[in-house]
């Protein structure tokens, strides 16, 4: 049973002098305990602006959140700000892209762990240090003690996201929503991250949202995937399915793009033409049609609906003419790289 | 996984390696301040302005004690005559002054006096500045126009045409003199740390502090403010010069007391000036000290400035 339930979750930034901006536009979404979810899409998609969205963490002003993120059977949307902040931290928590710039660097690692721990529970500041001690050692970072006591600068990118994995999860919070959070590390450490937030998912049941542009991440990683053009989601599927038989031209063109081990050398790289901002209106038609290579008239005739493209799974992708079921055969073990 | 071989991606739960240290640790370095230190000392120019200002400081400090005579003391009157004042001697270091004092004691007690309205003016201006400062960055919103509109009018006074109308108002006293030195420099600490603030809100950490749940004061006191503090250690300092000037220009001016024989910097210009031509030794001397008090705080903020800047750091 899913306990996060994002139902048609829209998000309109309005500014004066400047038509409104829909940055997602009726996205849904679920999230299962243990499971890991994957959004996925490229710069200015949604996704980003969709976390924020969860986390309640949007400006108030110029910004309309509509819609319903039920965590457990609260409406997190309809919270005051002050229920919000008692929220966050403790029961979704987020890790961020860059953890060069993520962490404070004025205070130490120890007191920003501890900062978090005496915000969301009654520990005295010597518990609250031996907490973020344990923390620091769950997180795979040597000689914890010593490290408490140093500052974000003293600590390389792969260990200063793995303190900000440790804040996230200092208060055992239900959902994890980490955007990006391997975009700014070496490939090596890449993998490391993506080993350490694999594991904790499995070990403490918690469910992790997954915002990334790399596919390969989510190959490796989540078990459903949402993918996401211009606001909107495209195609929904679990991994296995996404990169078994995409339905969406969308979906199928990125998979493409990706260069693979046994193509001819010589061969040109496959590419989506045009760029993001070639696109219509989602209520005037697909917003994807300008790009797309299956684009006929009918694409423009008004928004195109959610359809199961498989009986067996729930596979849905938002298209009228999707991708033929079973032609595709790049696999997930195949998948890496990224969108772009 | 975007690791480089595209087979080896694991697709099912992948075995526990988080226990795994990373392999680019750095060897320990000292924290943030002791860096900073480091790169203070290493100065020549924050050395210069250290010893100036310990020298300041320990003159002002231990005055009766350095001084041979009291500086009021004007017991060589006879000595003096028109149009001959004594230079240096073995008795009178700098000489006598055209009223019979020496003016050796009278240098040395004048650091005492700008060293007082130095520290007391900063200290209330900068304290009025950063509350003022804090309360426009930390609300924003209209207690940002309010404060700021406000601010903006307090800039808008000349110093000196603000520093009379307080002595008019209050007296000639140096009480006056501080209350000027400080309310000119209340505008420059405010609008210092609240666009530090502002620009502090937007960063990264304070919107992974907000995701975290920390409360709106927790982020101001803990986060915003910590991160905003060090271009006001080195305006302080700076401001110290400043006000030091500044207090010898009020003084010059007659500003700073009712009673000619206090001993101030800015007051024995002011004397000197009368027997320019015979003696401008007597001017030269309180103009070399104030110079060197008040390069003695810049060269330290400057050089502050430079080790505590952020692009700096490693």
């Not at chain 1, 004025?106 to 500041?125: C, D, F, N, P, Y």
């Not at chain 1, 609250?128 to 795979?140: D, H, M, T």
């Not at chain 1, 239900?174 to 490939?187: F, S, W």
């Not at chain 2, 992948?14 to 860096?35: F, I, N, Q, V, Y």
Request: charged share 20%; with cysteine.
């Amino acid at each position: 049973m899913s306990f996060l339930q994002v139902r048609d979750l829209t998000v309109t930034f309005q500014r004066s002098g400047h038509p409104p901006v829909r940055a997602v536009d009726g996205l849904t979404l679920d999230v299962a305990a243990g499971q890991s979810v994957g959004i996925v899409g490229e710069s200015g998609s949604g996704k980003s602006v969709t976390s924020l969205a969860i986390m309640g963490l949007l400006p108030r002003r110029g910004v309309k959140v509509t819609g319903q993120v039920r965590l457990g059977d609260r409406d997190l949307t309809a919270l005051t700000p002050r229920q919000m902040r008692d929220v966050r931290g403790s029961e979704v928590a987020m890790i961020f892209q860059d953890p060069m710039t993520s962490l404070n660097p004025v205070i130490t690692v120890g007191r920003q762990l501890t900062e978090v721990i005496t915000r969301h529970s009654q520990a005295s500041k010597v518990d609250a240090r031996r907490e973020a001690e344990s923390l620091l050692r769950r997180v795979g970072i040597p000689d914890p003690a010593r490290r408490l006591g140093e500052y974000p600068h003293q600590l390389s990118g792969g260990m200063r996201q793995r303190v900000m994995i440790a804040i996230a999860i200092a208060c055992r919070p239900r959902l994890l929503i980490a955007d990006e959070p391997t975009t700014a590390l070496d490939v090596t450490i890449q993998a490391q991250i993506l080993d350490l937030l694999r594991d904790l998912v499995s070990e403490s049941g918690c469910g992790l949202i997954m915002i990334t542009h790399d596919l390969g991440v989510v190959a490796g990683l989540c078990d459903e995937v949402h993918v996401m053009y211009a606001g909107r989601v495209v195609e929904s599927a679990t991994a296995t399915n996404l990169f078994g038989r995409p339905s969406h031209p969308y979906t199928d063109g990125l998979l493409r793009s990706i260069p693979r081990m046994d193509d001819d050398r010589g061969a040109a790289l496959h590419t989506i033409r045009g760029s993001v901002r070639d696109l219509v209106p989602w209520d005037r038609g697909c917003a994807f049609q300008p790009r797309c290579d299956r684009a006929v008239d009918a694409c423009l005739a008004g928004p195109p609906a959610v359809t199961d493209v498989s009986v067996t799974s729930p596979h849905r992708a938002r298209c009228i003419r999707p991708v033929n079921v079973a032609a595709s055969s790049t696999s997930v073990s195949k998948a890496k790289g990224g969108v772009r | 996984m975007s690791v480089t071989e595209a087979g080896s991606v694991p697709v099912g739960k992948a075995p526990l390696e988080a226990g795994k240290p990373d392999t680019d640790s750095r060897p320990p370095a000292r924290g943030l301040r002791g860096e900073a230190a480091r790169r203070f000392f290493r100065n020549p120019m924050a050395i210069v302005g250290l010893v100036l200002i310990a020298i300041f400081v320990t003159v002002a400090i231990l005055a009766p004690w350095i001084a041979p005579y009291s500086p009021k003391d004007n017991s060589w009157l006879s000595e003096v005559r028109p149009g001959v004042y004594p230079g240096p001697s073995a008795e009178h270091w700098l000489g006598i002054d055209p009223l019979g004092r020496d003016v050796f004691s009278r240098l040395v007690h004048g650091a005492r006096q700008s060293l007082l309205i130095g520290v007391v003016s900063l200290t209330l201006g900068a304290t009025a500045g950063v509350f003022l400062g804090l309360l426009a960055g930390a609300f924003g919103g209209w207690v940002d126009t309010v404060v700021m509109r406000f601010v903006d009018i307090m800039l808008s006074v000349p110093g000196l045409l603000f520093a009379i109308a307080v002595a008019a108002m209050l007296g000639q006293s140096l009480t006056s003199v501080m209350i000027a030195i400080a309310v000119v420099n209340v505008p420059i600490f405010a609008r210092l740390l609240r666009g530090e603030m502002l620009g502090q809100r937007t960063a990264d950490y304070v919107l992974a502090a907000k995701s975290l749940g920390i409360s709106r004061a927790g982020i101001v006191f803990r986060h915003v403010l910590p991160n905003s503090f060090t271009p006001i250690l080195v305006q302080g300092t700076l401001t110290l010069a400043l006000a030091i000037v500044e207090a010898a220009g009020l003084a010059f001016l007659g500003l700073s007391g009712s009673d000619p024989s206090t001993p101030e910097w800015g007051r024995m210009l002011n004397d000197a000036q009368s027997t320019l031509a015979a003696a401008p030794m007597l001017a030269f001397y309180p103009g070399l000290a104030i110079v060197l008090a008040a390069l003695g705080f810049t060269l330290v903020g400057e050089s502050l400035r430079e080790a505590l800047d952020p692009k700096m750091r490693r």
